[in-house]
């Protein structure tokens, strides 16, 4: 049953255009072709990257972040609370008002009291700055040596600056060393981004983030398997064009370095918007919905290329549009305040508790409370001399 699943699986008509075998891209006459066997490498390998990933962390992360001055926020200990506890893990962190009365009915303590109970608990949970700040530190080391590995192999090739040159001679287009092990180096480390999920900082977007991985994986062992390297490079480097200013940006704003991080924060909205919004589109799809089949007719693995390839833009738009609200902020405020996907520190009293606790101006009655009532009453009681 397997044999005849792996026979039907690898037909040439899923994955190379017509009137092309698979003996095309045996290897002969000391020419080596791309074979798929050869991404089964890229599972050990990206174990390695996990390990490297917690070793960098650990030794080069956490004392650059101290130099820095990175430090993480005192968080005030919960007090234990079984019920409380048990509502947190199993119904959920935020309780509605009618629902936070019972829990409070049932410990026997008032409303606010729980409120604050809630929220010091969900700051338990929330990762520290040190942790979001070593998770960007090594993403920023691997995507700007990805980047500059990437330029280094692509620069003296006719594909990069015509993208057409891509479907010239397909398949039959021999595999270069250099090329595969930078695939290879790609390919296992969004394999390792998969694997440690788990332990990452959970993001609002972290379903995207989530389809984004399998969509580039997907891409990446499919364009190797049918031999489409050079159309697949050209993704791989475009992405990793804006994908280290992203991170940089992140480690200079965990690091309240505000003007820095604000001028990476125009750099990269930049080269988002240009890579992603305009070459992606117009050098990228154009080629691979038009171009590629300019020589032959269309075939299942050229519908199953292009429709990754849409999904992939339609990621790129989702995050375009977050970037633009922060840039609405940013013009607002002056400066980029958060990445917009993360969660808050919350302080132990609310915006709804604050404003109770604060007293009611009652038949133009002055607040009790404040410095400036404060230094009525002393001067009243002759505790402060006229100057």
């Known amino acids: 049953m397997w044999s005849s699943l792996n026979e039907w699986l690898w037909q040439d008509r899923f994955w190379l255009p017509p009137n092309n075998s698979w003996a095309v891209l045996e290897d002969r006459d000391g020419l080596v072709y791309a074979h798929p066997q050869d991404m089964l490498a890229a599972l050990p390998l990206a174990l390695a990257l996990v390990a490297m990933r917690f070793t960098f962390e650990r030794l080069v992360g956490l004392p650059l972040s101290r130099w820095l001055g990175v430090w ?37 303590l008032t409303l606010r009291q729980t409120q604050r109970w809630f929220r010091r608990r969900r700051n338990q949970e929330r990762p520290c700055l040190t942790k979001k700040f070593c998770e960007a530190s090594w993403r920023f080391v691997f995507y700007l040596c990805s980047f500059l590995g990437g330029l280094s192999v692509l620069y003296h090739e006719s594909w990069l600056w015509r993208p057409a040159t891509c479907w010239d001679n397909y398949p039959n287009q021999p595999l270069k060393p250099a090329l ?3 695939y290879l180096l790609e390919l296992s480390f969004y394999i390792s981004l998969l694997i440690t999920l788990p332990f990452d900082i959970r993001r609002k977007d972290f379903k995207e983030q989530v389809a984004h991985h399998l969509v580039t994986i997907t891409l990446i062992t499919f364009s190797y398997s049918a031999n489409l390297l050079r159309i697949g490079s050209l993704v791989l480097l475009l992405h990793d064009s804006t994908d280290y200013l992203l991170e940089a940006c992140k480690m200079f704003n965990y690091a309240h370095q505000r003007r820095v991080c604000n001028c990476l924060f125009i750099v990269f909205s930049l080269v988002f918007f240009y890579t992603r919004l305009v070459l992606y589109p117009t050098q990228i799809l154009y080629t691979t919905y038009y171009e590629s089949i300019a020589s032959s007719s269309p075939f299942f693995g050229y519908y199953f290329f292009n429709s990754l390839l849409t999904l992939l833009q339609l990621l790129h738009i989702f995050w375009s549009c977050l970037i633009l609200r922060m840039i609405h902020s940013f013009t607002k405020k002056g400066q980029m305040e958060k990445d917009i996907r993360s969660d808050v520190e919350e302080s132990d009293s609310s915006e709804g508790e604050a404003a109770q606790e604060r007293p009611q101006l009652k038949n133009g009655a002055a607040p009790t409370d404040g410095p400036r009532s404060r230094a009525a009453m002393r001067l009243a009681n002759g505790h402060m001399s006229a100057k």
């Open 180 to 182: 595969y092990c930078w």
């Open 72 to 108: 993480d926020q005192a968080r005030r200990p919960v007090k234990p609370n079984a019920t409380l506890e048990k509502h947190f893990l199993i119904e959920g962190w935020r309780p509605k008002e009618p629902q936070m009365a019972v829990l409070a009915a049932q410990c026997g």
